[in-house]
């Protein structure tokens, strides 16, 4: 059993990999998402984008991975805060749109926590 949930280290960044290369190829795109009273949104598009990637590789490596899955944590619960729970909050059809990412998010953070509690191997950075 032990040899299957450590699997969990290893399937734990796919998403995060899949997520940032999809920043990338659609831009345009999830720019729309971005709050309107930031600036640059397809800046920040890209920003979260190589953050995710560069999470994910990190944990792969294990080279300040309890650093990018904290980072990651927080991103995550900032796309919550600022993206998710206005659509939410607002109803109707937009809450059904953002409601489902809302939730993901949430899990991933805390799924991100607990990577950075209980699996990361370089905690040079965060003790």
Known sequence: MGTFLSLGRWIFPIP???FGLTHFAKAEALSGIVPAYMPAKVFWVYLSGVG???AAVSMY????DKLAATLLAIMLLLFVVMV???GVLAGSDSMQ???PSLLKDIALA???MMYAQNQARDSSIVG
């Not at 490596?61 to 300040?64: I, N, Q, T």
């Open 110 to 112: 805390a799924a991100s």
């Open 84 to 86: 998710h729970l206005p």
């Open 97 to 99: 749109q953002a409601l």
């Open 61 to 64: 490596l294990g080279k300040y």
């Open 16 to 18: 995060f990999i899949l």
């Open 52 to 54: 995710m990637i560069a």
